[in-house]
Nanobody, 118 residues
């Protein structure tokens, strides 16, 4: 049984920073890709960032590259998303997802609200 738990997030002013963390029980994150996604109210869920099992990171170039950083702590079995220079358009529910054996994102966290005010 794989259980993905998110923490962090909350509210920030534009230009501020927040950090999200993702922990997984029943799965070693260093053996699987982990991604962050977000869903803005009224829109479809979109990709934010990911880190592969080999440690390669990828970002949504159009919206977050240069501002958000994904990192993995193998000792703690967690993946974090550091969000800097936040903008009101970053307001969304953020989700952590972990790849399963098929390479698809099979396991999802509960979602965390991030609200950025201008």
């Amino acid at each position: 049984q794989v259980h993905v738990v998110q923490s962090g997030g909350g509210q920030a002013q534009a230009g501020g920073s927040l950090r999200l963390s993702c922990a997984a029980s029943g799965r070693t994150l260093s053996n699987n890709g982990v991604g962050w996604f977000r869903q803005i109210a009224g829109k479809t869920r979109e990709f934010v960032a990911s880190v592969s099992r080999t440690g390669r990171s990828a970002y949504n170039d159009d919206s977050v590259k240069g501002r958000f950083t994904i990192s993995r702590d193998d000792a703690k079995n967690t993946v974090s998303l550091q969000m800097n220079s936040l903008k009101p358009e970053d307001t969304a529910v953020y989700y952590c997802a972990v790849e399963g054996s098929t390479g698809l994102y099979d396991y999802w966290g509960q979602g965390t609200q991030v609200t950025v005010s201008s």
